[in-house]
């Protein structure tokens, strides 16, 4: 691959080197690599089965690689579990959202971090800051929610969506993995996530995006990789490339 | 209310009036019943006051709830109820259930009874008393520790495990009491389960002390968010980074050691431990928790949303005795309200999504 042909910054943010993965006898990928600058979307495209989402478990910590090198920042990176990248700064944003429908945005963005203030001694949690803080977080990726202090099962697909990536941001997330963010919401919110994504990348978020939807991959990515049965088959920039083209790299046509 | 579990019931109303806009009419409708499900177990509980003080006018010429005595009775009414379900509302926020508090009671009960005539042998009925209190609460943590570990480690069902453990617990209990009651032998723990301080029973007084901390705990700590956050979503929790292992260990042991405080104060009000103390009350525990507004589906209910349950279940036991029904309608009346609440929680839900 070439090094110097995109990206804002001039060293790479995440890098994968000929990573493999096998599954008793499945080779799941075959030595794929990857790139990924800050302020970049790169889509994994592929058709079911084609290894997008054990590249990405791999990223995040939840699947061993059988060969080949992660770097983060320059350096050789190895997750024993997902906490760990996240505490690096890679955050995964699943399709299930992972999120406590019963609690509020606050809840929610500190979920499990939970900031407490002392009075006589004994630990309060402190919701206003909470709540002031993922306010704060998501005035700045322009997400607006009335009532921050309602439980999110009221907000909708693309609100919830919203919460999601912005406790990823709240935590200084700066590589942003995102599986098909847009599957299951109404063509409006669709809109929204992928203005939503626009904004972080111009505030300097690398993120890999996988999506079904070859529209969405048209509008907001930089790169396109496409990955049939665990290999990589191509990886076009956006600019240069047709949905026709793609498609015909997915399906091996 | 400041805490945002409590606002849940307003959330609808929210997300249409942001979104869509719906009509004022259905945004009407929806606030109404938003207000209705949020104060329906303090709504049930004027209406029962209301009605036994008109009932008590009525039939008796006299009052029921201006009363102190009546005032007094229904609050020492309320504290087992009460106790076993502040464990259980714990432990149903989570998503669980625990199905062995009444007899933990009982062991607990029969276990404080034996230790303190066992103690009374070294001359200080204070002593006796410290270390019949310590071994009540020491008895009730194996049960919860047992149920914890089948839960958390072993990943037994919270009903199957807790069953299995409410007939370890009754067998065990009647074994030490040898199938009989255990009277206590010195006076000073029936003193206190009967005393008063400046009119209000000690048990009240106690009683009010642990839910001030159970309410504190749920609540106001992280631990308390956590059970929220491990009965709304137990997959967002363990990708958050929480340890629900060890929180719902904790959950079942604090549940265990409620009912164990619960079976210390049955002993001494009655001066001598019984296995069977808690059995007739573990479903009214459950049943507290309900009509207080939790879902048995986990993720919500309040401490106080189960102190206004026990009291509701109090007030219809004791009131229907004063206006001399016959006590089989208790049974009725209980369930009767358990399944209006229930409705009313459907309802709104219904109204929520379709609308």
Known sequence: MGETDSGPSPSPLLEAERVSKRFGGVHALREVSLLLHAGEVLALAGDNGAGKSTLIKIISGVHHADGGSLRYLGKEIKFDNPQQARDCGIETIYQDLALADNLDVGANVFLGREPVRRIFGLPFIDRRLMREEAEKTLRALDIHIHRLSNPIRSLSGGQRQSVAIGRAIHWKARVLIMDEPTAALGVPEQRKVMELITNLKANGVGIVFISHNLIDIFQVSDRIMVLRRGTKVGEVRTSETNPDEIVRLMVGG | ?355
Not at chain 2, 102 to 120: E, R
Not at chain 2, 158 to 181: C, E, H, K, N, Q
Not at chain 2, 328 to 337: I, K, M, R
Request: charged share 10%; net charge neutral.
């Open chain 2, 1 to 355: 209310m400041p805490d945002s579990i409590s606002s849940r019931t307003f959330s609808v109303l929210t997300f249409f009036s942001d979104d869509y806009g719906s009509s004022p009419n259905v945004r009407k409708q929806i606030r109404w019943l938003d207000l209705l499900a949020a104060f329906r177990a303090w709504l049930f509980l004027a209406i029962l006051l209301i009605t036994f003080e008109i009932w008590a006018h009525v039939e008796y010429d006299s009052t029921f709830f201006l009363n102190p005595f009546n005032v007094k009775s229904i609050a020492i009414f309320t504290v087992t109820p009460l106790l076993l379900g502040l464990g259980q509302t714990f432990v149903i926020i989570s998503g669980g259930i625990d199905l062995s508090v009444g007899f933990t009671m009982g062991l607990s009960a029969v276990v404080t009874a034996h230790v303190f005539n066992w103690g009374t042998q070294f001359g200080s009925p204070v002593l006796s008393l410290a270390l019949a209190v310590l071994a009540g609460l020491g008895i009730a943590v194996v049960p919860g520790l047992i149920n914890g570990l089948l839960i958390a480690d072993l990943r037994v069902p919270p009903f199957i495990g807790t069953l299995g453990m409410y007939g370890v617990a009754r067998g065990v209990a009647f074994l030490l009491a040898r199938g009989t009651t255990v009277p206590v032998q010195n006076g000073l723990l029936g003193a206190i389960g009967n005393g008063e301080i400046a009119g209000f029973p000690n048990l009240v007084l106690l009683t009010i002390a642990i839910l001030l901390v159970m309410h504190y705990l749920l609540s106001q700590t992280r631990y308390g968010q956590h059970i929220y956050a491990i009965g709304g979503n137990v997959n967002a929790a363990l990708r958050a980074g929480i340890n629900v292992r060890n929180n719902t260990i904790a959950l079942y042991i604090l549940s265990s050691v409620t009912a164990g405080c619960a079976g210390i104060l049955y002993t001494a009000k009655f001066s001598a431990g019984a296995a069977q103390a808690g059995e007739p009350v573990l479903l009214d525990s459950i049943a507290a928790v309900v009509i207080g507004g939790a879902s048995l589906f986990g993720g919500s209910g309040t401490v106080i949303g189960t102190v206004i349950g026990a009291l509701i279940i109090a007030v219809i036991q004791y009131g229907l005795v004063f206006v001399n029904v016959e006590p089989f309608w208790q049974f009725v009346a209980v369930g009767v309200v358990i399944i209006i609440s229930v409705l009313v929680d459907q309802i709104q839900k219904g109204v929520g999504k379709d609308g």
